[in-house]
């Protein structure tokens, strides 16, 4: 028997390494993440359907695609509104090389991850440059929306009005074409799970501090000699970048785009916006709380009001996330959060 008090019983590490995570609050929200990440993951064994593994597929997407923007929006504080911009660029670079110039999807959603980087610098020099913020910065952007939405309805090269689909005829994985949806599932949880590595890492960080600073008072952070110019750039061309690659993803997924779908305000609600507001914007587990949660939400009214007057399903989808935002200003995460707090004082009291 070891009497030797440094070594400690090997049944006491599962708690020590629950401890660990359960003592912090951002561990936790990592720690939920991926359970919901690992349960989505097992899905396929369970979910026979592949209407509802469609489902599951676009919530997994709308995850990762909630990440990027807030880390521009809910972490550096950005009023990036129009962030669908990027997920555009992201989804015609990856189609256009694919079909015309026959580069794999594979290297194309790096690619697209450049392009709309470059396009999140270019937004950024021309922003700071005339001193647009917040409100102006919001506009700023939806107005680049509307303009480029016009650029690619007139541009042939890349379909124009008409659009621009894959071809799909002998699947693969070097094309990222499948007859089956558990493929394109595992695409999705594998950019989810980088976008949330990435996003607590940054977080966790002293960039994650800087954004948090500029955020709370960007005159404030300046005179404590935080580069806001830098740092606001920098939130733009990482959140621009995942959003290309989720951009290229969608393309190949939903194997066709035109601009009314990939340019519009509606739309990017939905995709962009949605989850981390229900979910909870600034926070590590909002993206993936409301992505499962607006997804299927938003594919439910639909059913129900399909059939009803034209509009309907967008009024109750938006009265929704009025509600939300009026009743959970901190999402579902500010939710967990009260309740972690109530366990985690309980816990300490009987020790």
């Known amino acids: 028997m070891n009497t030797d008090p440094s070594v400690k019983p090997f049944r006491n590490y599962p708690l020590n390494w629950l401890r660990v995570i359960f003592m912090d609050w951002d561990r936790t929200q990592l720690f939920v993440s991926f359970v919901i990440l690992g349960l989505i993951a097992l899905s ?60 794999s999807p594979w290297i194309g959603l790096l690619i697209s991850g450049v392009f709309a980087a470059a396009l999140g610098v270019m937004i950024s020099v021309i922003t700071l440059r005339y001193g647009l913020k917040a409100d102006y ?23 124009s009005a008409s659009g621009i689909g894959l071809r799909l005829n002998n699947p693969s994985w070097d094309k990222m074409i499948f007859y089956t949806k558990p493929p394109y599932l595992y695409i999705a949880l594998m950019l989810a799970t980088i976008g949330v590595i990435i996003q607590y890492r940054i977080y966790r960080s002293k960039m994650g501090r800087y954004f948090v600073a500029i955020r709370e008072d960007e005159s404030a952070a300046a005179a404590l000699g935080v580069n806001t110019s830098l740092y606001k750039t920098l939130a733009v061309v990482i959140g621009a970048t995942m959003a290309g690659i989720g951009g290229g993803f969608y393309a ?48 439910l009214v639909r059913g129900f009001l399909s059939a009803e007057r034209s509009g309907s399903s967008l009024i109750v989808y938006g009265s929704f996330l009025i509600l939300v935002i009026l009743f959970m200003p901190r999402g579902l995460a500010g939710v967990l959060h009260t309740v972690y707090l109530k366990l985690r004082h309980r816990w300490m009291d009987n020790r």
Do not use: C
């Open 44 to 103: 396929p064994l369970f979910v026979g359907s592949p209407y509802y593994l469609g489902i599951i597929v676009m919530t997994t997407l709308y995850a990762f695609i909630g990440v990027s923007w807030n880390i521009v929006a809910g972490f550096a504080g950005q009023l990036l509104i129009a962030h669908i911009i990027f997920l555009a660029i992201g989804a015609y670079t990856t189609v256009v090389l694919y079909m015309r110039l026959g580069i």
């Open 137 to 159: 910065f919001a506009l700023f952007t939806i107005a680049l929306m509307v303009a480029l939405k016009t650029l690619f309805l007139k541009w042939q090269y890349v379909g």
């Open 252 to 299: 190949m997924y939903i194997t066709f785009i035109e601009p009314p779908q990939v340019f519009d305000l509606g739309v990017n609600v939905e995709i962009v916006m949605a989850a981390p507001i229900i979910g909870g914007l600034g926070s590590l587990a909002g993206p993936i709380l409301g992505a499962i949660v607006n997804k299927p939400l938003a594919d």
